[in-house]
C-alpha cells in the first residue's frame, strides 16, 4: 500500500507537538480562528511550532483571514502550509499563494454532486484541496466538527493537484474511509480528541496507526 500522509489538527500544547513527533504523521495542524476551542495565539502557536521536528509539516489553518493576520502568523513561526478553511475565492487563494510563496491547501465543504465543482475550480490555483464536510447551517465553526459526508461522492475521483479527505474521521473509521474512496492523506480534529479541544494522545496514535496500517487491527 502506498505510503499514507495523515495530517492531526488542532494541536494546542507540547505535549500534542511531541505526541504527533513521535507517530509517522506528516502534518501537524495550528488553527488561528477565535471561535475554535484549538485556537492559538500567534505566541503559543510559534512555541508550538518551533517545538516540531523540520521533518513534520506545520500548517496554518485560517479563515477568511486578511493580510494583517496573515503577515503575524507567517512573520512569526516556520511553516510549511497555509490552509484556507472560509470563503475564499480562487483569486483570494491566488494572491495567498504569490503574497507568501508557501503552499496553499483550500478547504472545500462537501454534501452532495453539487459541490464537486468547486473541487476542480479550486485545484486549478491551490496546491491542495482539502475535502472535507460541509458545516451545518448556523455551525458556529466552518470544520473541526466532527462530521463525516457520504464518502462515495469522492470516490477513486481524482483531481489536478494533491487531495486529503478530511470530516469525522476517527481511528476506527479512517482505513475504510481511505479504502473506499482511495485518499492518500487524511486529516483529523474532533475524532483523536478526548473532549472538545482537548487532544488524546492514544487517539492521535491509533489514528495515525490505523490510517497507515501500521499497528494492530482495532477491535471495537
Ligand atoms: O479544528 C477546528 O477547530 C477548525 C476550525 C475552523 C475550521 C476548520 C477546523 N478544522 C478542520 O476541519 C476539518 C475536519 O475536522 P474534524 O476531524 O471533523 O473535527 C479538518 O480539516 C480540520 O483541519
Known amino acids: 500500500m502506498p505510503d499514507i500522509r495523515v495530517k492531526i489538527c488542532g494541536l494546542r500544547s507540547l505535549d500534542d507537538v511531541a505526541t504527533v513527533a513521535a507517530t509517522k504523521a506528516a502534518y501537524a495542524g495550528f488553527v488561528f480562528f477565535p471561535k475554535s476551542p484549538r485556537h ?4 503559543q502557536a510559534r512555541e508550538l511550532t518551533l517545538a516540531a521536528p523540520v521533518g513534520l ?5 485560517v479563515v477568511d483571514a486578511d493580510d494583517a493576520l496573515l503577515d503575524a ?11 484556507l478553511h472560509g470563503h475564499e475565492t480562487p483569486e483570494r487563494v491566488a494572491e495567498i499563494r504569490a503574497r507568501y510563496g508557501l503552499p496553499v491547501m483550500k478547504a472545500i465543504g462537501v454534501a452532495d454532486e453539487g459541490d464537486l465543482a468547486a473541487l476542480m475550480e479550486y485545484s486549478l490555483v491551490a496546491d491542495q484541496i482539502l475535502v472535507d464536510a460541509k458545516p451545518p447551517k448556523n455551525a458556529a465553526l466552518p470544520g473541526g466538527n466532527g462530521l463525516s ?3 462515495r461522492l ?3 475521483r481524482r483531481w489536478l493537484k494533491p487531495w486529503m479527505l ?3 474521521l476517527t ?9 473506499l474512496t482511495n485518499a492518500r492523506q487524511v486529516d483529523v480534529s474532533s475524532g483523536v480528541e478526548s473532549s472538545h ?15 497507515t496500517q501500521d499497528g494492530p487491527p482495532i477491535l471495537r
Do not use: C, S, Y
Not at 57 to 61: E, H, P, T, Y
Not at 202 to 211: D, G, M, P, Q
Open 171 to 179: 481511528p476506527h473509521n479512517v482505513a475504510e474511509a481511505i479504502r
Open 149 to 151: 459526508f457520504d464518502w
Open 73 to 83: 502568523i507567517v512573520d512569526a513561526m516556520p511553516l510549511d502550509m497555509l490552509q
Open 154 to 156: 469522492v470516490a477513486q
Open 166 to 168: 478530511a470530516g469525522g
Open 197 to 211: 479541544g482537548v487532544k488524546d494522545p492514544a487517539k492521535i496514535k491509533a489514528f495515525v496507526e490505523a490510517a
Open 57 to 61: 509539516a506545520k500548517v496554518a489553518l
Open 40 to 43: 492559538l495565539t500567534i505566541p
